[in-house]
């Protein structure tokens, strides 16, 4: 079975330009999670999904990050414009909602991004 | 508020040693989910264990048992005989369950095996 899939695994950019970064969740799963992790903070919430509906996004830093999911199977999170403190690895991850599983999250690869 | 505490930051061992890795978590929760991750140098995060906070037996997969202690806000992790491949950073999680939330994280125990 497919696992998370996170893409790009790596992007390299300059400070002021977008970045989009996508995730597909484990099909059947309802529930999808975004995280950050950096070397200061570890590893945090950004925000997270439920059936495609944005549920608690109070870990998104500001104004210049966004995350959508236009259906079950994906979703993006932008950051516009990106700076150099945005440089940290991106995780996406996805939960089933069936009674014996309920918040086991499965993460992604990751997504290395590099602001410069 | 939910927090997670890894004490150790980091640990190193001799190959066949066994090692623990503590956790010691707080929640106003009486249901909350506990959970354990295995962040190898390749990246990725594994799933290794959850545990719901209405089962406090303790739970053994190989060489991986987990020891569960309410009493004490405990969630602590025993690696039995290590071996090399077990160097990893391993994370602690803590959810408040009731559905799918976010998990909260500790910052993480560097485990390090040498040969």
Excluded at chain 1, 52 to 73: L, T
Excluded at chain 1, 77 to 84: A, C, D, G, M, Y
Excluded at chain 2, 68 to 94: E, M
Aim: glycine share 6%.
């Amino acid at each position: 079975d497919a696992g998370v899939i996170q893409s790009p695994r790596h992007e390299v950019t300059e400070m002021g330009q977008e970045v989009t970064l996508r995730c597909k969740p484990i099909s059947g799963h309802n529930s999808l999670f975004w995280y950050r992790q950096t070397m200061m903070r570890g590893l945090e919430l950004l925000i997270y999904f439920n059936n495609n509906v944005p549920i608690d996004d109070s870990g998104m830093p500001e104004d210049r990050f966004s995350a959508k999911m236009p259906n079950a199977s994906f979703s993006t999170l932008k950051i516009q414009p990106s700076e150099p403190r945005d440089s940290a690895v991106y995780f996406c991850a996805s939960s089933p909602s069936n009674r014996e599983e309920t918040d086991t999250q499965y993460f992604g690869p990751g997504t290395r991004l590099t602001v410069l | 508020a939910q927090k997670v505490t890894q004490a150790q930051t980091e640990i190193s061992v001799v190959e066949k040693e066994d090692v623990t890795l503590d956790c010691v978590y707080e929640t106003r929760d009486t249901t909350y989910y506990l959970f354990w991750y295995k962040q190898p140098p390749s990246g990725e995060l594994v799933f290794l264990i959850r545990r719901n906070s209405f089962d406090e037996q303790n739970e053994i997969s190989g060489r991986y048992s987990w020891n569960f202690q309410k009493s004490t806000s405990s969630f602590n992790f025993t690696i039995t005989a290590s071996q090399v491949v077990d160097s990893a950073v391993y994370f602690c999680a803590l959810s408040d369950g009731g559905g799918a939330d976010g998990l909260t994280f500790g910052k993480g125990t560097h485990l390090i095996i040498q040969p």
